[in-house]
């Protein structure tokens, strides 16, 4: 078992940043594949960003690309999202989450933990 806890959320201007962290207890992060998803109200959770256990590979989905960053430190047990020039499409409720297979995966299905989620809002 392992519990994510999620900070950094907030309210930004349209072209500013963020970044969020989420935090891991239970297990080592090392074992898991790591992932951020995220959710805007009336739409399905849609993958965001993944990394692998030793932080070598990542995996961005289309519409972050080259704006986001996904990180992480596991001697910390963290894993972290820099977001940068934000738009009001990224508005959502945004999770890490933990996935025990080799693979980084875009899939919801893959991932066994999650975190409460952390609110991000990007004004016009």
Known sequence: ??????????????????RLSCAASGRTLSTYTMGWFRQAPGKLR??????????GRTSYADSVKGRF?????????T???QMN??????????YCAADPHLY????????????QG??????S
Do not use: C, H, M
Request: glycine share 10%; aromatic share 8%.
């Open 1 to 18: 078992q392992v519990q994510l806890v999620e900070s950094g959320g907030g309210l930004v201007q349209a072209g500013g940043s963020l």
């Open 46 to 55: 849609e993958f965001v960003a993944a990394i692998s256990r030793n932080g």
């Open 69 to 77: 960053t996904i990180s992480r430190d596991n001697a910390k047990n």
């Open 79 to 81: 894993v972290s999202l």
């Open 85 to 94: 020039s934000l738009k009001p499409e990224d508005t959502a409720v945004y």
């Open 104 to 115: 980084l995966s875009n899939y919801v299905r893959d991932y066994d933990y999650w975190g």
């Open 118 to 123: 952390t609110q991000v809002t990007v004004s």
